[in-house]
């Protein structure tokens, strides 16, 4: 008898490989943006094209902040207007793009681009690969998107996980082990590299008035616990330490945390920048970087902080931990304590010995294991063995 073979579309044979990068985008984006936007670059030169389809509100202006990313970092961006959960458009849209281009890897980036993913592939014949960068914006929605992301994963042939607590999340969901693999976000260590000392960089965004700049970068909403943050810079200045605290990003808990600062009576404290293209020089002006989340998976901009060799105090959540050894490279806290986050600004307020050791040990730890290059590198052998497998 003769014996069947499995064969591999001529598409996927040829090089280089076009990956379809999936999400979909409110406003300007966060933190996945920096990875998807910037992979095209990277991946060239191992033989993939790869394009970033992003699904958003039609004269959404968010969107074209995101615009001005793609460009600086050479990617082409595709935008796929999306009406909202009903907006079934969406589908001859992205089915359109995958036959025009002739689409190899599908790589979706949350819960709607997981399950367009797995239909469309019953159009037109395509590797499934996701990444998880974790579910942290709660919504009355939110147990719909668990849900579908848990009949959707298990059917992808790789789970790329951001840190090991949503891997093993994603094995709870029934994923195979050996298709879901720990992949951790990096950082570019050229392009986030420090040129400048904090005093310059204070004098650069204008708050040259504070002794002790706190900073943290993020959208301005509830799981990022800028108001524990806020009650924390509150206490230090009771203690007589001029501290500020400088926040970059934008979001619907703007004016709420005007209010709180008037309240605690450090509105005069509070320099709210809004939102910034190039956050490097505004981590330049930190004496010190705050995670003050309560939810995350692993936040870029705690890789970005350490990078530029900004001392980093975050909470004790997600993958976190795994990057900041305790004392060693950066200081934990417990979630929503403030008291452990007075404690732990205050003891760097106090000691500049400290502040520059966790600087430079913050930045080899980012040289040594989250160097973007290298994960890139990962990523293509990941596409390799996917597109080789049957």
Not at 11 to 40: C, Y
Not at 51 to 58: G, I, R, T, V
Not at 372 to 380: E, G, L, N, T
Request: proline share 6%; net charge positive.
């Amino acid at each position: 008898m003769k014996r069947a073979t499995l064969r591999t579309p001529r598409h996927f044979l040829q090089r280089p490989a076009v990956v379809l990068e999936v999400r979909v985008v409110r406003g300007s984006g966060g933190g996945p943006d920096k990875t998807i936007l910037n992979s095209p670059r990277f991946l060239h030169a191992a033989g993939y094209e790869t394009l970033c389809a992003y699904m958003h509100p039609p004269g959404d202006p968010g969107f074209e902040q995101l615009r001005l990313k793609a460009r600086r970092w050479n990617a082409p961006l595709l935008s796929i207007p999306d009406h909202g959960p009903l907006d079934l458009g969406v589908i001859p849209r992205l089915l359109n793009v995958c036959r025009r281009h002739k689409v190899a890897i599908w790589h979706g980036h949350d819960y709607k681009s997981n399950l367009l993913g797995l239909l469309l592939t019953r159009f037109w014949p395509m590797k499934l690969l996701t990444t998880v960068h974790g579910w942290v914006h709660h919504t009355a929605r939110t147990p719909l998107y668990y849900a579908i992301d848990r009949f959707c994963l298990p059917r992808y042939q790789r789970v790329l996980a951001v840190s090991e607590d949503l891997r093993q999340r994603c094995l709870e969901c029934r994923v195979p082990p050996g298709r879901c693999i720990l992949l951790e976000n990096a950082i570019d260590t050229e392009e986030f590299r420090r040129r400048r000392d904090s005093n310059s960089g204070r004098n650069e965004v204008g708050l040259s008035r504070f002794s002790f700049l706190i900073g943290a970068v993020g959208r301005l909403s509830p799981e990022k616990g800028f108001d524990v943050l806020l009650r924390a810079l509150a206490d230090l200045r009771q203690r007589d330490v001029n501290a500020g605290l400088l926040l970059v990003g934008e979001g619907e808990q703007r004016r709420s945390l005007e209010d709180l600062a008037g309240q605690l009576g450090c509105r005069d404290a509070l320099h709210l920048a809004g939102f910034q293209e190039d956050v490097r020089p505004f981590f330049e002006a930190m004496d010190v970087f705050a995670l003050s989340s309560l939810r995350e998976g692993l936040p870029n901009v705690v890789l970005e902080a350490m990078a530029l060799e900004v001392p980093v105090v975050a909470t004790r959540i997600a993958g976190v931990p795994g990057v900041i050894d305790d004392g060693r490279n950066g200081l934990l806290v417990n979630p929503g304590s403030v008291e452990e986050l007075t404690a732990a600004l205050a003891r760097l307020a106090d000691d500049e010995g400290l502040r520059q050791r966790l600087s430079s040990e913050g930045r080899r730890t980012i040289e040594e294991r989250y160097s973007f290059a290298r994960r890139m590198q990962r990523v293509a052998a990941i596409y390799d063995d996917l597109l080789r497998g049957p």
